[in-house]
């Protein structure tokens, strides 16, 4: 049987982070891969002769290591249009224009809206995102949904509608009733400030030149024949009177051996794989209260950026709308002009049970509620269909269930055996980012080489 220090099981970026950090390390490394490419959730398709990042596309200022191993890889990267008036569809359907981050919206709901905001900075502030469960109201925060604890603090509906767009539509892609206070606050720490989430300029910054899926691809090209494709990991055993004799994986009928073997697949897929003898209790409760939220990103292509010759920046919120956001998506040096929409959680359900034709029309109808009947003619359209691979199961990515941060949050960072376990989805800085994969994947490989 072959021996490797470590077995990777994973090839998004988590695992090719830790792959590549543990070779640097001197380790013998193999990384096994389900599908039949790396990225996982980043993926780059080619439609009509256009590239469409279908998975994770923009880097953001203080995702630093994300953009550290950009610079080590050699990506660059390019900043998204931006220039113009952006676009607020109210409940009417009716499409204003405005410039900067105040909403055209009436002044009190506004200003209720910037004291939101306020009181999720100070929130935010207090809490060390790779500890969320130790924030001074933590067990206050996550026994109350986000929806809750918004109808508790504002009785401006709008107000309260543009922040829950922010957290369930626009980031966890669940409604504000399935997750907690707590998990908002920690989507606003992960990225440095709920200011920051609301600002798309900020959030929204950066792709990467050839797509942010070169990440993986480059890792791999660099960890060479360690990578092993088409090998969907089915079991792994240890033993408990000898921890240290490591593991035995088994993939399609072959088995390895490791000292080491790293998980790097979203919590909700570790229950594919047998694991003997099988996880403590509470690991797999800690899994089971994990679920992915579920957007449909959809890239609709021009002949033109038509929307630019209109003063517009191709950017767009809709609280009430079908698509609740939309962006200038044109790839780098195009002629032709792509927008991005983003349909979400029940909204998706609701597309999800329709017909690809009847999908299409209702998205692309409400495209042209921003930007007129221009939007109705696209050359190409590309929606993303993460919820239907089993390798994924929904996007962007995984998230607790209300009190489960508090109650199993920390397990989720815990070793079992030899068995390391991490992905994006747990990540504190960079939650359910690829900064947080790279973080993640660094983590492992450095607690893995004793660092
Ligand atoms: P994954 O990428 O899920 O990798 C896990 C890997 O494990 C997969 O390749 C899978 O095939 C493999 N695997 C699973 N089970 C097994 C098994 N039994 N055996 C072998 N292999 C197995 N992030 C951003 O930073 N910016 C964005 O703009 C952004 N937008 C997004 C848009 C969409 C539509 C989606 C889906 C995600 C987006 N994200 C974004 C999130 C980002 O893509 C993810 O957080 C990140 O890529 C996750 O990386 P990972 O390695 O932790 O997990």
Not at 144 to 153: D, H, M, N, R, S
Not at 283 to 296: K, P, Y
Request: net charge negative; hydrophobic share 40%.
């Amino acid at each position: 049987m072959t021996s490797f220090d470590t077995v990777v099981v994973g090839a998004g970026v988590t695992g090719l982070t830790a792959a590549h950090r543990l070779v640097e390390g001197g380790q013998d490394v193999l990384v096994l891969e389900a599908r039949d490419r790396v990225g996982g959730r980043l993926r780059t398709e080619t439609h009509h002769d256009s590239d469409f990042e279908i998975g994770g596309q923009w880097v953001s200022p203080d995702q630093s290591a994300l953009i550290g191993l950009l610079d080590e890889l050699g990506l660059e990267t390019y900043p998204r249009y931006r220039e113009g008036e952006s676009l607020y569809v109210d409940r009417e359907g009716v499409a204003h224009r405005f410039v900067g981050e105040e909403l055209p919206v009436a002044e009190r709901t506004g200003k209720e809206i910037d004291r939101l905001v306020g009181l999720l900075d100070d929130l935010a502030a207090q809490m060390d995102p790779d500890r969320p469960w130790e924030h001074p109201q933590a067990a206050e925060l996550d026994r109350v949904t986000f929806g809750q604890w918004l109808e508790q603090q504002c009785d401006d509906e709008e107000a309260r509608d543009n922040i829950a767009l922010y957290v369930g539509p626009a980031m966890l892609t669940k409604p504000v009733w399935s997750f907690s206070a707590l998990q908002a606050v920690l989507m606003a720490a992960s990225a440095g400030s709920f200011t920051h989430l609301v600002d798309a300029d900020f959030i929204l910054d950066k792709r990467v030149v050839g797509g942010l899926a070169s990440v993986p691809e480059e890792l791999a090209r660099r960890l060479g024949d360690r990578v092993r494709l088409r090998a969907d990991v089915q079991r792994i055993e240890w033993d408990p009177a000898d921890p240290d004799a490591g593991a035995t994986v088994t993939v399609a009928g072959e088995q390895v051996r490791a000292r080491r073997v790293v998980l790097a697949v979203p919590p909700t897929l570790v229950q594919r794989i047998r694991i003997v003898p099988e996880l403590p209790a509470e690991h797999r409760h800690a899994r089971e209260h994990q679920s992915f939220g579920l957007v449909i990103k959809v890239q609709v292509e021009y002949a033109m950026p038509f929307w630019r010759d209109l003063g517009l920046s191709g950017t767009g919120f809709g609280p009430y709308q079908l698509v609740h956001e939309v962006y200038d998506n044109t790839l780098h040096r195009a002629e032709k002009g792509t927008l991005v929409g983003f349909v979400s959680d029940v909204n998706a359900d609701a597309m999800g049970r329709l017909d690809e034709d009847e999908r299409r029309a209702r998205i692309l109808a409400s495209v042209a509620s921003y930007f007129g009947e221009q939007a109705l003619s696209p050359v190409t359209y590309v929606e993303s269909d993460w919820q239907h691979q089993e390798l994924t199961g929904g996007a962007y990515a995984t998230s607790f269930d209300v009190g489960s941060l508090t109650r199993y949050g920390a397990k989720l960072h815990e070793p079992v055996g030899p068995i390391e376990f991490g992905s994006s989805d747990i990540a504190g800085h960079g939650f359910q980012h690829v900064d947080g994969a790279v973080r993640i994947g660094q983590r492992l490989a450095d607690r893995i080489l004793g660092r």
